[in-house]
């Protein structure tokens, strides 16, 4: 009879004990995926890490592009003239931020790295972009964790392909993706982070240093940080150590800005001069999978300019963005916004208007923008931002 209680209480123990661990797993859908094909005819399948940043399908893919048809024709005054002893031998376009090439790595569906710093980037609806430079995205190295040989580093002018897919879900992450609620000056942001630009996994390292010596602290074990200065951060960790951290870019005003994937806007960046607080949590989801980033479709919306005269048609914002997975681009005090066409509905428009037209830095925003329709072939409108969308 004593063997049979002390049986029961233990399975009784083993069987509470279980949601908790279950609580602390995280799913594998939101990691990257793929096949790199590399020149030697080499073949590696597993997660990715793009050098040591992104690694998940609503990480931005930055780039610069190649072919502005629209600019090329309505942008006169963004181009000025080459000239060769006097004669005309082509123009130098303006490649301002707001014509980069700016893209989550969930529309992609291979890159194709050609000569020098140029990638052909084909995505979902089999569309082909020619891009270049433009960040440290291109000429990365790339990490597999090959489902077979496990960690593969590989030179990006190694690679002859890469091509997305879904994860398995039999696969067990190497990491958990961080999470957590930010706190600016001015508004609170929840969702997936991206500290310092980089870190975004439990096993990334914070680096600073303390008064007793130089610190590298795993993500995952930080509960809180919280900026005390332009100089330092207060850190609070989950065994209820607090730590004070400087001199490093990640714990104070040199930092590259704080991502925020947040689902009401897409990503926002933060700066320090923004930042006041994040608090980490433990979720179970991983992002969106690579299936729920579906084919881009061609931009389409209603326009009305100063005169109250409305078009009506496929629409080419700005003169650059012309597809659904392409991002309006602005800031709202320090905090940048990335946020996909494809989440900008009618619903949303003035939501959009009062929230990112009352400090304007970036001409996604601006009135004044450019926006060829085709229901007026050949032209373009000058008109405010007033304008609703047909993306879904």
Known sequence: MNRQRVLVIALGLLLLG???????????????????????????????????????????????????PYLEKHGRNERSRIKVLGVTVGYRYDFSSDRLFIVRFGDIDELRPRRGDRVDVVMKNGEIYEVAGAS?????????????????????????????GPAPSSITPPAHRL????????ETFKGFIQWDSQECMSTDKLDG???????????????????????????????????????????????????VEDER????????????????????KSGKGYADYKPATRLRGTLTDYEEKTYSGAMVFD?????????????????????????IHRKWQYHLLTLLREEIADRDFAAGTRTPVSGDPGSHVEAEA????ETC
């Not at 332009?230 to 150590?241: F, H, I, P, T, Y």
């Not at 806007?265 to 607080?277: I, L, N, P, Q, T």
């Open 136 to 164: 440290n995205d291109i000429g990365a190295k790339v990490t597999v964790f090959d489902d077979s040989l496990g960690e593969v580093v590989i030179d990006w002018d190694k690679i002859e392909k890469v091509t997305f």
């Open 179 to 186: 999470h957590g609620t930010l706190k600016t000056n001015e």
């Open 265 to 284: 806007y897409g990503r926002v960046k933060v700066s320090w001069d923004a930042f006041e607080s994040v608090e980490f949590s433990d979720v179970t």
């Open 209 to 259: 240093d303390s008064e007793d010596g130089n610190l590298s602290i795993e993500m995952g074990k930080i509960r809180s940080i919280e900026k005390r200065s332009s100089k330092s951060s207060s850190v609070e960790l989950k065994d209820g150590r607090t730590i004070v951290l400087r001199g490093s870019n990640d714990v104070d005003e040199s930092i590259r800005g704080i991502f």
């Open 386 to 389: 007033v304008w609703s969308f």
């Open 18 to 68: 279980t949601p908790t661990l279950m609580a602390k797993s995280q799913s594998v859908e939101g990691f990257l995926y793929g096949t790199v094909e590399t020149e030697s005819d080499n073949t590696y399948k597993g997660l990715l890490r793009w050098g040591n940043e992104e690694g998940f399908w609503d990480d931005l893919f930055n780039s610069a592009k190649e072919d502005l």
């Open 319 to 343: 003169l650059d963005e012309t597809e659904t997975w392409e991002m309006l681009n602005g800031s709202r005090g320090d905090v940048e916004y990335y946020i996909p066409f494809e989440m």
